[in-house]
Each structure stands twice: as structure tokens, then as C-alpha cells.
């Protein structure tokens, strides 16, 4: 009996059971000072997944938003790196919306519960002038944009006064602009009281300007806000300034999602064939829509056309590492154009636009069109300016919305792999049925929110 | 290992209090026989009772006992199919003892003795639940590896194969699945040491687990199972859940398996050898048109398309097998007793695809001594290694099957076999190395005291690597990835046992004890991609390469009481508890307890019993245990990242500090009865088990910014269910007799409670209370073959979403037939079979397919329709009302939805059926031969309504999943084997 009793004893104290595995970092850990520049960094990296890239939790709001609005056509896969079907289609519904939901939500999460935490653990004094908080305010910023331009409502958590969140209820999808609006003023503040004027603070206090130029624009289409306030702040950007969200040729989970999505890593998987930008680069050979044609078809029977189709994918993103652009100066001349087209002027608007053209040495557009043709030649330059870059779906609803003067060139130019290319679409975000405008609330939401039915 | 020295100690103290030899000693010597023939009896077990002195008949039955105390002595005999035989002798010191023994027939084996979830050795009339039990001496067909040892041998024991891949494990599930989250596979233990028992990681190129080009390997899991040579087995014991397991605590709620390896025996060295020689091959499934999918073409094959890739060659092969086994046991008839079991195995088996090759080496060295008097060691040490080629398989865009079954719409382009074949340009390689080695002390200080410590530790190491050389067709600047995987488990465990015997009617054994786990799984890989030029490169060589390491340890330990009560040796009750932690709880959880109760009552001793009748048990039992949540689940977390070079943070898993394991309870009433003089045996189970605190993957809400699910108690679940299992011996004649046997098995799983967390899919599965777990839920067809626009709505079994819940995706009902025909000269036919019903599958590859428009067999019918002018014909959507309602939904590849790809799964196979003839007469100087030749899985019927596929190839990580889903492989090949074992 000594002897289990002994052996009982030695196994008792052999129950330490106490274990701390590396890998994952304890939530606690990040209030230390050594990691608030991981924090903001994170906050870049999921905002680059959400708008797509290869990561598992990245979203595809610039593939498939791309797709509903014609910036591209399926040329095979459904699944891996494929457009689903309703996609293709032009559906955006709550179940194909779910993951990008998800990850446009983390994108906004995260640099806002960066603010929160620096907040919460850094001295006052830093926190009103450090460029970590400025950073943080300015993702939140352009996260909070790009889910007013690509969803159709909204769900914001409300914080308590012990700093957690409840969980939100549905609302306008504006109320992203006013928070987004609200982010890039934060920021523009923190960075201006932090005194530098090194070239990467000016660099972020422009993009700060024509992030809230941007949301600002939007407030105005949905008369929430006066086109001045958002002309104010693009007339402070220079024309070639811009800033980017950076992918990564580092590891697979950075690649840029929509060119690796056409890498011929075995999937083909989209093409220009049959869209506006395949006759448009072919006429003007304009930088900004270039295609590669490949000699290839996509890697699968696309249904919608009959058969396979050549594979000429979009060569804006030619490398695995290619950023997307979040704001830049040319889009603040376009913003400048369209407000003067709100004003009746649409010489002004032309003008605005032609300085763009006359950078990129293409064909001045004539000064004296029509209202009515500016606003189209207004549709037009901004397709093809921000093209690929997950804000065509937020400019077709506003408009579309709004019944906003002018044509459209977002459609199907090609009905079928033995099709012309047509003049005008064969198919077009209204006809033969309307598209979506906007992805649904994710049905993740629908299923886990007791606020959201 | 920071506890080992704690071990340590503890062994050399027992070496402390030990005594010597006793140096009045004598010896026991004699013969072992079968009553009825007087043949010896090969393998019993023969003991000094309150010792631990025993050794095993030799070929001819004799054994042979030394240094048995001077005095008294009650020798206990037991063999398999015969009762227990006790002899009093007085032992004369200095002195052998002849005596001989004569075993009758026993089938229920009422006392023979277990120790698969009982605190110590316990006799089979003591248990109060079921324990399955196979013994590989009555095992006719040579299992190839130890999950076909395992296939339908006992109700409630369900083994599916997962695919026809080389190295390819099976999914177990005893009992059905007992959690929706966390693994339901078994846990396993040889010779009482802990082993791993979860699925090797799957191959999956590149090597980031969250990435979806994770798909490039084979798409399959092995399984640590299969290191074990069958032939190195003795019997296995199988318990089937927490009515039983109770005394492994937290991890057992899935029921454990424990696997015995052979010992030696007493005497000269006994030596077999045998050889299998065989060939896989791959039974027909598509269709009459489409055989095999385009694999292999209909008629005759003009060759092999990797020897040469031209118009009417195969894919798949015959694949030729071969086993070569040797073993040698015996005993030296020294004062220590000493016996020793040597065995070493080597195998090369081909598979069916051209890529496919397992080879195997492995060797097992058991040896048993006694140290003192009152303390004997035994240790059991075994090496394994397997090199796995295979061939790239699953939904792998640069797999060949895959590429293959899709023929012209594939992503070559083309079903051109050249094209097809430079896929093949590649290697992909697993090896896995297993050590298991472990000892146990018995240390008897008195006869009505014995205590039992085992120590053990089973690393395997594993090595996964894919070369996707320069010029590779798919990646033309080539990738390498290779991934080192090493997984550990410490186990020590301590078991004590007081025999009391409180009046002549009365006794009681009390029994504590307590056992500590460590796993550990460290795992680094490197990706390289880009290499200068072709040659055989290295990670480094590449322009781009990654690393990737994840480190893992999860501890659990505890320890237990247990009082067996025993009145007249027919009524037992037995009382237990079990405290565990486990490093995996929240911090404020703190011990889990999980008590059981069980009772037998072996009615046949009873005076009033007729024994024409014969032997009738009756038992029940109820008890706990549990299933820990993951490492990190208890803290709140964040994920370290990078972005274009530079560090970050995202959300983890929100944590849950107050998470714990979920609780099963299971309760079981059963009988097991052998009447009519044997000719008929009986096992009869009911069982329910009840998982509450269940572990749930909670989703979060998306707008609160953490994407993970967190794993919480909420909610329970149940299953119920029979086994039932008889045999009768039809025919019994003295040249031949026939056997028939067959099993029952249902399984009815339901969940019941949510805890007020939505209902959510979960690994290809839905959880939703009234349903059974990991529901098949997708879209009814209600008119599929009507010529009509497709009837969806859910009328019925509907979900709180309106989908249809078509039933669980696991078996509700398992049928297993047997047959033994014995005919003269020592000929046997044996044959066994099984039937799976009531689960559902989804067809994932068929969906893949169509959804891409790939021209697919099971719309052989509407194609002339859609596409009058020929496939190259664009779709004729006017003739879609010519269509079936069904293949309207699939043949349209806009209306394909994988919701509407679930099939029920329904199947039988003949598992084996086998004929074996004693050859000893052909072969001189040996004691028998003994050749054997058998078909595994030959004949098969598959409920139409699958259409193209076995239910049996879902691939991927199928040992641990709850869900079935075909994807882009091959079905499990029939396997013909002609097997010799020799015995000198």
C-alpha cells in the first residue's frame, strides 16, 4: 500500500499540466509598445485581404465586384480562384457574400481596435501626434469606404463604455462614409499635430485627403453633404500622388488574389474577351485598361458563352506582388469633374478629364459636349482610371441610383466564343436582367447576429 | 519529458522495496491438451495464481514454470475457446513438478481476463459493458494492415476505407461520433502504452494549411494505425465508449482500442514465416460508358499511359503486392523466467495509379523477465518505416485524376494522354518513422497486492515532400516544398490493486491509479519555388523560399479510484472515478470528474440454472468521459502575419477562459450468452450516449471583427443504439462443420440542444437541434425524373433555413455476415461481409465537374438535347423542357448547386472471403503450413442512386472528419492475396 501511495503521490505531482505553446500570440501582448507597429501593419494586411488576396480569409471584393460590373468576364473556374456562377451572373447574395463580409469587417475591425487600444495604453501626449494612430485612422478610413462602395448596408458594432463591443443593427450603408469620413479627419489631424513633413507623412496625409475627397464625393451623390467639401480636399493632392495597398510575392497567402487568380497556376480563370476594355485598349491602347492576349482559352467551359473562351486577362496587375491603389491624385481630378457636372458645367468637367488624357497623351475629349455626353465621357474615364481597383460597383450604384445623366459602357460585348465584338454591350448591368449593385449583408451576419434578421 | 526523472525515481524506489528470489523454490512442468481431442493446446496462459510467474504453451502445449514457491500453489491455465482450468499442487522445493491440464471448450470465455478499461486485470464476468474482442488466431484472412484487421469484426466497430491511394488509412468510429468538433476517431493503445492515434497530416504542397493551393498533394491521410504489423498482434480489445472508458478520462469519449502485441512462449525458439504475394485491382465504377471515368477505356487497354501515353491506354494498373513476415518466440527455462518475441516485416505494395508505391519495414522486439520473485518486466520496443509514393490525386488541379475524369474540359485542355502524363513529372513522397517503445513493471509484494507501472513513448517522425521539377508543365520555374513533422507521446501510468476477500461469498478489489499524456507535434517546412534550371534542387536553390513552424504540447493527467465488488463470483459491481486536467482547459475549470458504475450477473452460475441452456451474462453499465477542446482555445489570441515584408497582427480566436471538455455519458444494458452447448452464441447491447457541455464551434459574429469560430460548451447531442451479434455452429461434424454468424449495428444520432448558438455548418456538415450531428443538408429534388422544371421545396425534414435535411452522414445500420465451412484435410472457406446503410454522401466531384461544364456520364442523356449539333455545339437553352427535372439542376451548368449533390450511400462488400489449406504435409520439417488465399472487397453492391462512385473514397482528411464528401480520387481496389505461413 506504501508503495501506491507513493507512486499516486509521484504521478500528483507529475500533473503540472501547465502548457504555453508558441505560435499564436496572447491578445495581451499587444499592448506592449514593441508591437504597436505589427498592429497597424496588421490593419494594412487585412484591408489587402479583404479586397483580395490569396490568404484564406481573404475576400474577393475586387474579383468578383470586377465580375458583376463587366471589369472582367469568367473564362472557366467556378470554384479555386473561379467565379462562382451567381457571379457570373451578376448575383451577389448573402451565402456568396459571406466571406467577404467577414474579411471587409476584420479590415475595419482591426485598425479601429487599434485606435481603441492605443487609446487605451498609450500616454496621451503620443497618441494625439504619433503616426502608428494616424495610420490606424487611416485604414479605418478606407476600410470603412470600401464597404460603403461594395455593400448594401451596414453593421456596426457599438461600443461600451468598458471599451467592448455589442453587436450592431442594420443601417444605410452611408453610415460607412460618415465613419470612413470621420477616420480620414482623425487622421489628417494626428498626422498634421505630429509636426513631420518628411516625404512618408506627407505621403499619408495626402492619402488621408483623398481618402475623405473620395468619401466625401460619395456623400455628396447621396446627398448627404456638399460636393465642395469633397472638392476642398482634392484640390490638395497633386496630381500624381497616390497610395497603395501592398501584396506580397513573399508567401502565397500575399499574392495580389485577381492576378493569381489568371497566373496560369493552372487556373485561367477570367479574361477581357467580350468586355468593354477589350475593344477600348484595343482602339486606344490607354495604359490604364491594358490586356495581355495569351494564345490561351480559359481553363474551363464557361456556360454563359457555350464553350471556352480566349484567355486575355487584364495586365494591370502583372506580378504577384502588385498593389491596388487606394486613392491618387487623378481620381481627385476626376472627383473635380464630377462635381462640376453636378453644377451644370460640364466644360469644366472636360477639362478635369483632359488632363489626365493629356498625361497619358491620348485624345483630348471635346470641351463642348453635352451635359449629357460629359456625364458619359465622366462614366467612362472613371471605368477606365479605376479600373480593377474594387470602386466600380459603389460608382454604377450611386448613378444608377440617382439616375445620374449619361451611358453606361459596363456589359458583355461578346455573346459567345464565335461572337463579333459589338459596339454596344449585348448585355448590360440592367438588361437582360439588373445585376446586383451591391453585395448583400453576409449571411454569416444573418446567422450570428440576433440584431440582424 | 521534464517529468521523466519523477518516473525515474519511482522505478528505482519499486527496485528498492522488491525482494530476491525466494530460495525455496520449485518448478512446474507439463502439458497443456483439448479435452475432447487431446490435441496440445498451443498459446494458453499458465499461471501461478497471486504471482507473476506464468509463461505460454509451446507448439506442442508444454510450459514450463521456475523458481514457483515452495508450498501451495493454485496453476490457473486459459486459452482462447476454452474455460478456465485452476490445479492445486504443492510445490516440492528444489524439485519439478509434472503435472498435465485438459481445457473444455468455452466459448463465452468467462474467464479469461481483459484489462482494455478496467483498473487492472479483470476477468471477462467481472466487465459490465461490451468489450469487442479480435483474436488473430481466429482470424482466417491475412490482414493486409491492421485497419482491415479491424474491418468488420464486431458490431459497433465501423472501419471505412477512404480511397484507393497507397498508404491510404480508414476512418473508425465506434459507435458512431460522439462530438461535432473535435476528433472522433478512437484512441489507441499497444500494450498499454498511449500511441497516436489521429490521421498523419495529410501531403498538401505548398505547405500553408489556410491556403486553398494546400490541394496539391495526394489528398489523403494515413494512419498511425497501420505502422503495427498485423502479424506481430495477438488480439485486440476494443471498448466503444464512456460506459467503459471512463478510466482514460478526458480523451476516451471515443472509445479506445487496445492492441496486444505477442509475447513468447516457454521453451525452444518457435520460428514462422510467411510470404503474401497479390495484386490490387481496381473494381468498375462510372458508368457501362464511361468505365472508371476515363481511367481505364471499356474493352481491353493497348498499354499503360505512363509507359505509354497513347489513344486506348489505362491510367490505373494491376498493382502487385508482396509481404514478407519472419518471427521467432520462446523462453528460456532460466530462474528469471525470461521470454522473448522477435519479428521483422518488409512489404512492397504497388497501387493502381501509376505513381503509387508503399514500402514498408518493420521490426518488434517483446521481451518479459522476471527482476525479483514479486516483480516482473515486460518491454516492448517496435521500429516502423514507410516510404509513401503517390500519385497527385483529389481536387488537385495538377492532380492526374482529377485531370482525367474531365477529360477535354480538364486543365491541360485536353484528355490527350501526353498532356496529361506531364503532370506525372513530379514526385511526391512521404516517410514516416515510428518508434513505440515501453515497459511495464508488475510488482506483486503480496498475493492480494499488486501494483503495475507503465512507462512508454511513441514518436514518429514524419517527412512529406513534393518536387514540382524546372520545366514542370503546371509551375514551369519548379517548386519544392518539404515538410518535417514530428509527433511524440509520453505516457506514464500507474495502476494499484488490493484484493480483499471480506467472507467466503464476498470479495472486493480496490484499485487506484493515475496516468499522465504528453503529446507533442513540432512541425517546420520549407517552400522554394523558382529554381535556376532543371537538376534535383533543394529549398535553398529556389529565388523564393518560405518557412513554416507550428509547435504543439498538450498535456493531460490524472488519476483514479475503482472498488469491484464481488458476491458468490456471479454478481459484480463496480464503482469508479476519474479526476483529469488538462492543459487545453480554461484556467478556471480547474479538475473534471467522471464517475461510472457498472454491474454483471452471470445468471448461468446461479444453482436454479439448467446448464443444457448454457452460459448466460447480463450486464450493464453507465459512465463519463470526456473530449479536450484544442491547445489555444482557452486564451484570447492574435495571429502573427506579414505584409510585404513587414510583420503583423490579426484576430485570432476571441477565447473562452472558462472552456472544458465536453462530457459524454453513456449508458449500456447487454447480455452475451453461449446456449445450446455452444452452437449458438449470442452478444445483445443497447447503448445511449449522451455528450453534454459539447463542444461547438460558435461562430462569431463577422462585424465584431473576429472571423475565427471559438470553441464553446454549449448544447448536447445523443446517440442509441443496438449491437447485436450471434453465431450458431450449423454443422459440426468431425471432418466438417459450417458456421454462420451475423451482426447488428444501429446507430441514431440526434442533436438536441444548441445552447442558444445558431445553427451552423461545420466541416461539410449541419448542426441544428432535431437532427442527427453533421446532418447532410442541401436541396431536395422532389421529381428528379420527371420531365418537369425542378420541384426544390422542402416539404419535409427541413431546416430552420428551409433546406432539406436528407439524414447523417455516418451509417444508422451496419449488417455483417459470416461463413466458416470447415471440410475435411483441414480446408477452410471463410467469408464475411457487410452492409452500410442510412448515411448520405455528397458527390462533390460530380458537382466540380459539372458546374464547369464538363461533359459528365450522368448526363449521357441530355447532352444529344442541349447540344444537337454535337458537344461543340453552344447550349440550346429551348430544349431545356426536354430535360429531367434533375438534369435540369446538373446538366445546366448555370443551375449546378452542391446542394443538390447528396446520395444516399448505401453498400455491401464481401470484405474477404478466404480459403485456407493446411500444406504441412507438402513441406518438410516443419510443424504447419499454412496457405491461404484471399479476395478482399472483390464483390460489391452500391446503391444505384450514387451513380458513379463507392461511398468508400472521400479522401482528404476523412480519418478525422465527420463529413463525406467524394472528391477527384479512386475507390478502394479489391485486393487478391495468396498467402504461405510456415511454423519450425
Known sequence: ?453 | MTRLPLYVGFALGLAVTAYPLAAQTGSVEGTVTAAATREPVVGAEVTIAGSNIGVRTGSDGRFALRNVPAGPREVRVLAIGYRLATLRLTVSADQVNQTSVQLTPSVLQLDAVVVTGTAGLARVREVGNSIAQVNLSQVKDPPANMDQLLQARAPGLNVMQTSGMAGEGAQIRLRGAVSVSQSNQPIVYIDGIRVRSEGYRRNRPPFDDSNSNAFRGANYQASPLNDINPADVDHIEVIKGSAASTLYGTEAAAGVIQIFTKHGGTGAPRWSFETGQGIAQLRPFGTDSVPYLNLRPAGSPTGLCHENPAAGCSWIRNAYRQRYTGSVGGGISGSRGFQYFLSGTREDNDGVLPLDNEKKFSTRGNFSVNLFDNVRLDWNTTYANTDLSNTPSGNNAQGLVLNVYRQEQNYRHSGDPKLIDSLLNQTLTTGIERLITGGTVTYTPLSWFSNRFTIGYDQANQENRNLRPFGFVAAPQGILVDEQIRYSILTADYVGNVDLHLSPALASTFSVGGQSITSDEVRTAAYGEIFPGPGLPVVSNAALFLANESRLRVVNAGFFFQDVMKFRDRYFLTGGIRFDGNSAFGKSLGLQAYPKISGSYVISDEPFWPASVGEVKLRGALGWSGRAPGAFDAVRTQIPCTSAGLSCFLPGSVGNPDIGPERTREAELGLDAALLKNRITLEATWYHRLTTDALFSVRQIPSDGYLRSQLANVGSLSNTGIELAANATVVNQVDWGLELGGTVYTNHGLVRDLGGAVPFAAGGGWVEPGFPPMAARGIIINNPNDIAAPDTVCRSSCSSHGFHIFGPQQPTLILGQQLTLRLPKGITLSARGEYQGGAWIQDGASFNALSRSVRWPTCARAYPILYPGGLADSLHTGSIPQLTARERKECVPVNTNVDTFWFPQDFWKLRDVTLTIPVGWAIRRVSSATLSITAQNYLKWINPDLRLFDPEMVGRDALNSQNRDISEHIPPPAVITVNLRVVF
Open chain 1, 1 to 453: 500500500m506504501r508503495t501506491s501511495l507513493t507512486a499516486v503521490a509521484l504521478l500528483l505531482t507529475a500533473c503540472d499540466t501547465s502548457v504555453t505553446n508558441p505560435g499564436l500570440t496572447p491578445d495581451g501582448t499587444l499592448d506592449k509598445p514593441e508591437a504597436w507597429p505589427a498592429i497597424v501593419v496588421g490593419a494594412r494586411r487585412a484591408l489587402a485581404d479583404a479586397i483580395g488576396s490569396a490568404s484564406a480569409t481573404g475576400g474577393q471584393l475586387l474579383y468578383w465586384s470586377a465580375a458583376v460590373t463587366f471589369e472582367i468576364n469568367p473564362a472557366g473556374s467556378t470554384g479555386s480562384f473561379g467565379i462562382p456562377t451567381d457571379v457570373q451572373a451578376g448575383i451577389l447574395n448573402d451565402a456568396t457574400s459571406s466571406a467577404d463580409w467577414a474579411s471587409s469587417n476584420q479590415a475595419r475591425f482591426v485598425p479601429e481596435d487599434a485606435v481603441r487600444r492605443f487609446k487605451r495604453v498609450m500616454p496621451d501626449t503620443l497618441f494625439g501626434k504619433s503616426l502608428l494612430v494616424g495610420q490606424a485612422y487611416l485604414y479605418a478610413g478606407f476600410a470603412n469606404r470600401t464597404l460603403g462602395e461594395s455593400f448594401c448596408q451596414s453593421v456596426i458594432p457599438l461600443q461600451n463604455p468598458d471599451g467592448s463591443l455589442s453587436p450592431g443593427s442594420l443601417g444605410s450603408h452611408t453610415l460607412y462614409f460618415l465613419r470612413a469620413d470621420t477616420a480620414f479627419t482623425n487622421a489628417l489631424a494626428v498626422f498634421t499635430a505630429s509636426g513631420k513633413t518628411d516625404t512618408q507623412t506627407t505621403n499619408f496625409i495626402r492619402a488621408a485627403r483623398a481618402g475623405r475627397a473620395s468619401v466625401r464625393a460619395d456623400l455628396a451623390s447621396w446627398g448627404l453633404g456638399p460636393w465642395s467639401d469633397a472638392t476642398a480636399d482634392a484640390a490638395l493632392v497633386p496630381d500624381t500622388s497616390k497610395f497603395l495597398l501592398p501584396y506580397a510575392a513573399a508567401s502565397p497567402d500575399q499574392y495580389n488574389y485577381l492576378y493569381w487568380a489568371r497566373a496560369n497556376q493552372s487556373f485561367r480563370a477570367h479574361t477581357e474577351w467580350g468586355t468593354f476594355y477589350e475593344g477600348y485598349y484595343r482602339t486606344t491602347k490607354d495604359a490604364r485598361a491594358k490586356w495581355d492576349s495569351t494564345g490561351m482559352s480559359g481553363d474551363a467551359a464557361v456556360a454563359k458563352f457555350g464553350g471556352s473562351v480566349p484567355f486575355w486577362p487584364e495586365a494591370k496587375y502583372a506580378t504577384t506582388a502588385a498593389p491596388v491603389r487606394l486613392s491618387s491624385g487623378w481620381e481627385m481630378r476626376l472627383i473635380e469633374a464630377e462635381a462640376a457636372l453636378t453644377g451644370g458645367n460640364a466644360a469644366a468637367a472636360v477639362d478635369s478629364m483632359n488632363r489626365r488624357r493629356a498625361n497619358l497623351s491620348l485624345p483630348l475629349y471635346d470641351r463642348t459636349v453635352s451635359l449629357d455626353s460629359a456625364w458619359t465621357l465622366l462614366k467612362t474615364e472613371r471605368a477606365v482610371e479605376l479600373w480593377l481597383e474594387t470602386r466600380r460597383l459603389g460608382d454604377l450604384r450611386r448613378w444608377i441610383t440617382h439616375n445620374v445623366p449619361g451611358a453606361y459602357i459596363d456589359g458583355t460585348y461578346r455573346g459567345s466564343s464565335t461572337d463579333f465584338l459589338h459596339a454596344t454591350p449585348i448585355e448590360t448591368m440592367t438588361a437582360p436582367a439588373a445585376r446586383a449593385l451591391c453585395f448583400a449583408v453576409g449571411r454569416n451576419e444573418r446567422e450570428t447576429n440576433p440584431n440582424v434578421p
